[in-house]
């Protein structure tokens, strides 16, 4: 059976990573996967939080008597392997990173404040079964906001200008691999970039399941200022801003 290699970017984020861990593996439907979290240089206990969650998940009487996740291993001599890198600060360097370490023949990036739905491996496999090289599920904020509300609703339509990295990408490796991967000359923009790269191949499919995406930074920004924002960046790409010019209007404008 394929193996997804499912890549976490993580930065200072002690506080929820944990959360995120459980999740997956508790919505798993198979267990031949993997899990790499690369950090970008944390300042915070994510290295450590991260460090004693893997040492209790390999001691897996342990874990599964504290998390309830004991029928994850029922039936089954397969272990889910949780791995944990660093890297350079930057979140196109650290997806990159991931997939150079990755095992699996399928890529799944994910946002770490971002939480597939259950059976989230499988509705993957469903989509290469079928043919699809790469894609994404819909998105739902957890917030009820009438503009994230709005957002959330065109993430079911198969538009470029509807994407986004909250919406997590999987890609068969092969397929990541022959387009080089993420960009790394952006700091921002970096997901929609490598997306658009995949329409302009006609490769890119939608799983009518939503993930949930945090609305944290919406509340940090205001979230009418921060969505004109963010629609502002989307116009200056598609006029031809660079790289650099981006990530200065987002400095300035955007909450880090």
Avoid at 4 to 19: G, K, R, V, Y
Avoid at 46 to 62: L, P, Y
Avoid at 183 to 202: A, P, T, W
Avoid at 241 to 250: F, I, K
């Amino acid at each position: 059976m394929s193996k997804i290699s499912i890549i976490i970017p993580i930065f200072n984020e002690a506080e929820t990573i944990i959360s995120l861990l459980e999740t997956l593996l508790v919505r798993m439907k198979y267990t031949q996967h993997e899990i790499l979290l690369i950090d970008g240089g944390s300042s915070d206990k994510t290295v450590a939080t991260v460090t004693n969650f893997i040492g209790e998940f390999h001691n897996q009487q342990h874990f599964s008597k504290k998390r309830c996740v004991d029928t994850l291993f029922e039936n089954t001599t397969e272990t889910i392997e949780i791995q944990l890198f660093q890297s350079e600060k930057g979140r196109a360097k650290q997806m990159n990173f991931g997939a150079q370490k990755a095992t699996g023949n399928i890529l799944y990036f994910l946002h770490a404040d971002t939480f597939p739905p259950k059976y989230f491996d499988d509705f993957i496999l469903q989509k290469i079964n079928e043919g699809h090289q790469a894609g994404c599920f819909r998105m739902r904020f957890n917030s009820y906001h009438p503009v994230l509300l709005v957002s959330q609703f065109f993430t079911r339509f198969n538009y470029s200008w509807c994407r986004g990295g909250d919406q997590s990408l999987f890609i068969e490796t092969s397929l990541f691999q022959s387009l080089a991967g993420f960009d790394e000359n952006y700091i921002i923009y970096e997901d929609c970039e490598f997306i658009n790269r995949l329409y302009e191949k006609n490769e890119f499919t939608i799983i009518p399941k939503s993930v949930q995406t945090s609305a944290r930074k919406y509340k940090v920004n205001g979230t009418w200022k921060l969505q004109y924002h963010f629609a502002v960046i989307h116009i200056k790409k598609s006029k031809g801003a660079t790289p650099e010019e981006l990530y200065a209007y987002y400095k300035k404008y955007v909450s880090r």
